[in-house]
Every structure is written in C-alpha cells, then in structure tokens.
C-alpha cells in the first residue's frame, strides 16, 4: 500500500489510541477487542498479542489495510500451512516483474487509429504529451476511464469489448526490437 499524507489531527488521534492500548491491562484490552472487532477475544491470545493485533486495527481504520496484492500473497501462505506445506512461504514478487521498461513502444488500434505509447523514464509519451500511467493515456485515447494495462492488452483477462489488434514492441538496447501481436 502506497503511504498517503495523513493529517496531523489524525495522527494525534491514532497515538492517542495506541498510548492508550499500551497502558491497558488485559481485560480492558479484550474490552477494546470487543469494540474494534466485535467479537470475543480468543481467551489463548496473551496480553502483548491482543495488544499487537489491537493497535493494528486501529492503524488499519485510520490508514487503511493491506493491499490486494499482500492481501493475496498472506492468503497463499494460509493455504499451504492448511494443505502441509513444509516450506509454505513462496518467494515474495519481485516488484519490478510486470513494470515496463523505458523504449517499450505500446501500440493499441481504438476508433480505426493506432496509438503509439512510449515508456520513458517519467512514465509514458503519447501524442506529445507525458502520463504517469497507462491507465491516464488510455483514458486521454478513449475519453472514458480504463484500466490502462488491460486497455493495451497487457493483462491476463480481457474484455469482449477489447476486439482488434494490440502489438507491443520491446526495444533491445537499439540493436532491433522484438514483436508480440495478441487478441485478434
């Protein structure tokens, strides 16, 4: 999850609660359990792990939770520990798989023009002008919002919508370019 500027009343407020936790005895701590999760506490849970997962939730109501992807890989290692896996840890994403790299040139047919979009350093030219994202290029293309990875075929699902050919051309360091053409 991307940290967002939060206010400083806000974050006040969250010290204010934690302090609070931090200074509460185990059963004023499954009292707070009952508010903020509105259950019981499970009685096995010493003093410190209800106070771990009590100032989480209240970080996670103030700022928000994981994200989905996190979310997912939390859930992969819940499954294997369920099924046995003696090794149920799989290897964390390596964050740069999937980001393109700057002289990518993108091409996506929409409306009976071909739009080219090149990946550079800043984030993404097309027609003149720079995007952050490809969501951003796809929306200024189409005038309506779009998922910009899916939009340029880039995505795993695709949409009935998404007919026609979408090309993506991966420079190799300037000595030629390699072609994939998909969703005919």
Request: hydrophobic fraction near 35%; glycine fraction near 10%.
């Amino acid at each position: 999850m991307t940290a967002a500027p939060h206010s400083d009343a806000l974050t006040e407020k969250v010290s204010a609660q934690l302090t609070a936790l931090t200074n509460s005895d185990l059963h004023q701590l499954r009292v707070q359990w009952r508010k903020l999760m509105r259950s019981e506490a499970p009685p096995h849970l010493t003093r410190g792990l209800v106070l771990r997962i009590l100032a989480y939730k209240v970080q996670e109501l103030a700022y928000g939770g994981l994200d989905r992807e996190s979310a997912r890989y939390l859930d992969r290692i819940a499954e294997r520990l369920a099924a046995g896996d003696p090794n149920p840890v799989p290897p964390v994403p390596d964050p740069r798989r999937g980001r393109l790299r700057p002289g990518t040139l993108l091409e996506r047919e929409h409306g009976g023009t071909l739009h080219r979009v090149s990946v550079i350093e800043e984030g993404f030219s097309w027609q003149g002008g720079t995007y952050q994202s490809l969501s951003e290029v796809a929306r200024a293309i189409t005038g309506t919002n779009w998922n910009g990875p899916r939009f340029f075929g880039l995505r795993d699902k695709e949409s009935p919508a998404h007919k026609g050919p979408r090309r993506l051309r991966l420079a190799a360091d300037g000595r030629g370019s390699v072609s994939a053409e998909a969703g005919l």
